[in-house]
Structure formats: structure tokens, C-alpha cells
């Protein structure tokens, strides 16, 4: 089985790690070039220890990526994954995506489809014309785009969380789309490699970024007032729980008169049938042990009859299925091979 080339630029942190665990387990994907600017000159397993001795792995060598280098660099490869930080990526994937490659971006970098929106929030974006070429990568809601595609911008993994829980009962106009509250708390790998000393948060429970401070606001919303069809602000407040994977959003809206709890979850299962999202049935409450190091999501919905708010609720792995796995995810659909090729299926238990 003839399989792509593949690179991974930014392999040192959590998401490009997390690239490597899962490029290695692809059937279709084989992980020859591993980049960053760091830990130039290093052997992979150097800085990744848990590829110490498996082989074609911890022998790589992490090199630097320099646009004079990209041509020789695209006749070894078929598709890049730049797991780089937000603002850091646009250039080089321009390079890269001049060169001919498939590029799979990690950052924000291409997920906002307005220019002046993105600039606002990131600041001068370096390669604006490369905006309206991207695809936005969430494969539930962006499968037909996807294919074929060539420069795939990646979901952050609370946009992903929210999305996901959202989605179905908004494309299908059961909920009031004014007032909408996503409440999301996360593992602190999300917070980047070195970004937290684990002492510091592991007796802790904190929000952060909080009255619509945090750069995945936008996100979010463009997404949700895409499938609405109409404008949509929400109230985002992200907090950050002791714990190393995982992200469970809890979205709270008042549902429209006549809808039922059955109906958001009939919505959402029309709507997931087939994919790697599972909808719980009943009084199951999604929990993110239960998809930790999976590529999988949980959503489920309650409404507090005393209010007529819907409880909207999504767990996910934020590396699994936050970033790295559904990069991989997107990457699939882009070449017409199932969604879950590759991909973890089950959590690790306990």
C-alpha cells in the first residue's frame, strides 16, 4: 500500500507529539521529516522520549525549516503538519503551500475566513491572499469542502468542543440563538509544553480569559453563524481543571417553545450518524475519562425544565480529537479515506 511522506514541523510540542504517536499508528501515512527551530540538530528521541528505541523514529533528526530549503524539502514529502504557535505558522505555510505540498496548519493562522476579525485579535497577518484557499478542518460540518483540499486550517479544540455540542440544534432552529452561554474547562496540556507547571495548577480550578477575552470567541462564532444562517455571539469562558487531557464544554440556550429534550438529541444523532461522534442516550452525562487518547466525542442534552435551558454538553481528548487526531481526521476525508483510518477509537482505561 503506497503510503504519503509526511513531515511534521513543531514536533516537540504537545499537538506535533501527539502527531508523531499517531502518523506512526496511520496505515497510509509515514513520518519521514520532523522540524522545528528549537531543538535543531536533535535526535527525535531526544526530545520526545517516548520514541526512544522504536525504530525509524528516534533516530530522526529534528530540522530547521528556511524558505530557501522548502523546494528540495517538497521533493521529499507529500504533506506537512505545522504544528507551530499562532502567528508563527502563516509564512512558512505559504512556503510550503507554494511548494506544491498538502498543508495541514495546527495554528489559528487560517481558521478565520475575515481578515479584519483575525487582525484584531492575532495582529498582521503576513499572507492574507492565502485566507479564502483554506478549508476550515472540522469534518462533521465541512466534509464536501475538504475534499480535494490542499491547505486545511485545523480547529482549536474549545471551538471544537463547542461546535460539536451547538451545531445540530442550531442547523436545525431548536434553540434561541441569543444568549448562549459556553462554559468549557480543560486539561492543561492545552495550555502548550512548558506553558504551566503542573505544581501550579494541580490544586486548582480557574477561569481564565474571561468577558470575551479568549482568541477562540471568534471562532466559534463564525462557525455557529454559519450554520444558523444568522449573527451569533455567545458568552465563552474557558477554565482551566488539574488535569493533563480532556475538555468538557457544558453550552447553556433556551430552546424554542415545543422543543423537547428527544428532539436536540434526535437532531444531533441525524446529524452524527456514521461519524466519530457518539450520541448518549438517556440520562448519560458525557465524562472525559471516557475518550482520553481517543479520536472520538461524546455530546449529550438535558433541559433544566424549571427555566426551559438547554444543557448542551460535549467531551473530548483536546489533543486526540481537539487538535492532532482531527488534523489526521481532516486529512482523511481531503484524500477520500474514512474519517477513522488510523485513529484511536477507545480511551485509555483506567
Known amino acids: 500500500m503506497e503510503k504519503l511522506r509526511v ?83 502563516a509564512e512558512r505555510v505559504a512556503w510550503l503551500y507554494a511548494a506544491g505540498l498538502i498543508v495541514v496548519d495546527l495554528s489559528a493562522d487560517f481558521r478565520l475566513k475575515n481578515l479584519e476579525v483575525y487582525e484584531r485579535w492575532y495582529g498582521k497577518h503576513p499572507v492574507p491572499e492565502l485566507i479564502a484557499r483554506a478549508v476550515y478542518g472540522q469534518p462533521e460540518w465541512h466534509r464536501a469542502e475538504l475534499l480535494n483540499a490542499r491547505l486545511i486550517a485545523a480547529p482549536g479544540c474549545y471551538p471544537t468542543s463547542a461546535l460539536l455540542a451547538l451545531a445540530p440544534i442550531l442547523s436545525e432552529q431548536l434553540i434561541e440563538t441569543s444568549g448562549i452561554i459556553v462554559d468549557s474547562k480543560s486539561g492543561v496540556s492545552g495550555a502548550g509544553r512548558g506553558k504551566k507547571p503542573f505544581a501550579e495548577v494541580a490544586e486548582g480550578f480557574r477561569p481564565y480569559s474571561v468577558a470575551g477575552n479568549h482568541r477562540h470567541v471568534p471562532e466559534i462564532e463564525q462557525e455557529l453563524s454559519t450554520l444558523a444562517r444568522s449573527p451569533i455571539r455567545v458568552t465563552f469562558t474557558p477554565h482551566l481543571v488539574p488535569m493533563t487531557r480532556g475538555i468538557l464544554t457544558v453550552a447553556y440556550a433556551r430552546v424554542k417553545p415545543g422543543v423537547s429534550v428527544e428532539a436536540c438529541r434526535a437532531a444531533a444523532e441525524r446529524c452524527y450518524a456514521g461519524t466519530l461522534v457518539t450520541v448518549l442516550s438517556g440520562d448519560q452525562l458525557p465524562d472525559t475519562s471516557w475518550v482520553r487518547g481517543s479520536a472520538r466525542a461524546l455530546v449529550a442534552y438535558a433541559i433544566d425544565a424549571h427555566t426551559g435551558v438547554l444543557l448542551s454538553m460535549c467531551a473530548i481528548d483536546n489533543l486526540c480529537r481537539g487538535s492532532s487526531g482531527q488534523a489526521i481526521q481532516a486529512l482523511n476525508i481531503s484524500r477520500g479515506w474514512p474519517d477513522a483510518l488510523g485513529l484511536p477509537l477507545l480511551g485509555t482505561f483506567p
Do not use: N
Not at 32 to 37: E, S
Open 7 to 89: 513531515g511534521v514541523l513543531g514536533a516537540a510540542g504537545y499537538t506535533g507529539s501527539e502527531l508523531v504517536r499517531l502518523i506512526d499508528a496511520h496505515p497510509r501515512l509515514e513520518l519521514v521529516w520532523v522540524g522545528g527551530r528549537s531543538h535543531a540538530g536533535q535526535k527525535l528521541g531526544e526530545v520526545l522520549p517516548f520514541v526512544i528505541g522504536v525504530p525509524g523514529l528516534e533516530s530522526l533528526v529534528v530540522e530547521p525549516l528556511e524558505q530557501a530549503g522548502v523546494a528540495e524539502l517538497a521533493q521529499r514529502l507529500d504533506v506537512m503538519f505545522c504544528a507551530l504557535p499562532h502567528g508563527e505558522s
